[in-house]
């Protein structure tokens, strides 16, 4: 079993940036990148298909986030540039072994989930 261990959260003001890791301990078909805010359910960031490195992006982190990966290490990141308080959530990588023509951001697509690291943007 893939194993997701994510890192890279923190605190930081409004218009700041950070970098958020997943490492992934095997082979996975695509990574997506999602979050959930108090009280709010979980949503999806964005993902990336393994076979053509093609990456999706919700609207509300279009410009502002960018996923890109490290083959070698076998690791992806999501930069997040211009961060707003409503950011401000747990951000869960997560990971397929299944074969899809592009990836999503529906949870229901992914089996294998890191433990969350918390982003909080001040106001």
């Known amino acids: 079993q893939v194993q997701l261990v994510e890192s890279g959260g923190g605190l930081v003001q409004t218009g700041g940036s950070l970098k958020l890791s997943c490492a992934a301990s095997?082979?996975?078909?695509?990574i997506g990148w999602f979050r959930q805010a108090p009280g709010k359910e979980r949503e999806g960031v964005s993902c990336m298909s393994r076979w053509d490195g093609r990456i999706l992006y919700a609207d509300s982190v279009k410009g502002r986030f960018t996923m890109f990966r490290d083959n070698a290490k076998n690791t992806v990141f999501l930069q997040m540039n211009s961060l707003k308080p409503e950011d401000t959530s747990v951000y869960y990588c997560a990971a397929t072994r299944f074969w899809r023509p592009v990836c999503g951001v529906r949870q229901a697509e992914y089996e294998r989930w890191g433990q969350g690291t918390q982003v909080t943007v001040s106001s």
């Open positions: 095997g082979s996975t078909e695509a």
